[in-house]
């Protein structure tokens, strides 16, 4: 059969004049189907014929996200039994699930009632797909259903979003820098005229007490400044040759003892042969241990006690690319509470977290993206909620 797309225009009823939602194919030869806005129900001419032939995944929705139908598309690109949709969340089906602290931006633009477009990778239906959220009115003008179709992207799409989105960050970072470079004169300033009037104060005094706290925000906004610019990548870079191995042994020597207190279990599996690459070991050791910290807080959140889940999977091989190139891959897979697909697009972005208010700044991954980028490598995510979260490193090899 071939390819299928829907659009969705609107149609009176000619004994009541009460509009219907029309879904229509380009195909002439397909039936029609409907969505009433009377009834709210989904109703079809000629059956169910027109749902079931199109080839995307449809999911009919409340606007509170529960789902109330689903053509057959749909059930087998998630691998359930009708049953087994109907009545659950969307977001609980495509999405595995949502975050207790985090609401999923599907849920949010569900909530609004408000027509959307976006691409997203949708592990409960196992692929990355284009999302068109569709709200369809009652006569009163309220939106009673909501359709969403799914569309599996193609991988030449796929490498235009990652293209698009290294764009994106790449911009984010000249602004970062630019708005660093503004703020950094004045809170320097700000700080040693501080510290002068701290030194003049008289021990012990409100004065004093007040300067000190002058000071030592200062002091937190000049760091702040000081990894946005290291998010920018302005400053300079010593290169050389590095094992990556021995990046990830001397990484894991400053937080076993943390992870060990607190039951995490470490797996580690290296290549046989060289991971060498050519770079600042310093820098990557940093990358190393910000998604380690993201990982320890994660287990923590899922698995208070000790438990054999509980667990950090760390390996480093090298490969051979098609083109001949060799490559280095960094995999670092915990068991914890995942992140909702919906914001992974949005994790390297600075100032960006999940972590509830107060438990991060935001930073850490956006630093760490731009080390990799500086090395001439890329680093992806890939989660569900409840089960893993996945951070995943390509690197050249050295001489590659």
Known sequence: MDFITTNLCTMADTNDKIGKQLIHTENPDTQYFYLDRRKGGLETRG????????????????????????NQAALKAAQKTRSEIIGNGICEIIHGGSSPHLQCPLE??????????????????????????????????????????????????????????????????????????????????????????????????????????????GERVASIIKKLLSFARESENDYEPIEMVQVIQDSLSLVEHQFKNDGIKITTDYSEESCGIFGNFRQLQQVVLNILSNAHFALKERYPNSLPDKEIRISCHSFIKEEGHSIIQISIRDSGTG???????????????????????????SISYGIIRDHGGIIKVDSKINQYTEMIIVIPAFGA
Do not use: W
């Open 108 to 217: 949010a633009c569900l909530l609004t009632c408000s027509p959307r477009v976006e691409e997203s990778i949708l592990p409960g239906l196992s692929g990355e797909y284009l999302l068109t959220i569709s709200p369809v009115k009652n006569h009163d003008g309220t939106v009673g259903k909501i359709l969403i179709v799914a569309r599996e992207l193609t991988s030449d799409e796929i490498r235009k979003e990652d293209s698009m989105r290294t764009a994106q960050l790449a911009a984010i970072g000249e602004l970062a820098a630019g708005v660093a470079h503004e703020v950094n004169n004045p809170i320097t300033g700000i700080i040693n005229f501080a510290q002068l009037l701290l030194d003049d104060s008289e021990k012990n005094s409100l004065q004093e007490e007040l300067l000190e706290r002058i000071v030592n925000e």
């Open 339 to 365: 992140i909702p697909q919906g914001i992974l697009n949005r994790l390297f972005d600075p100032f960006f977290t999940t972590k509830p208010s107060g438990k991060g700044t935001g930073l850490g991954l």
């Open 47 to 70: 059956g169910n014929e027109l749902l079931q032939a199109i080839q995307d995944p449809v999911f009919v929705v409340t606007p509170g996200g529960i789902i109330v139908g689903a």
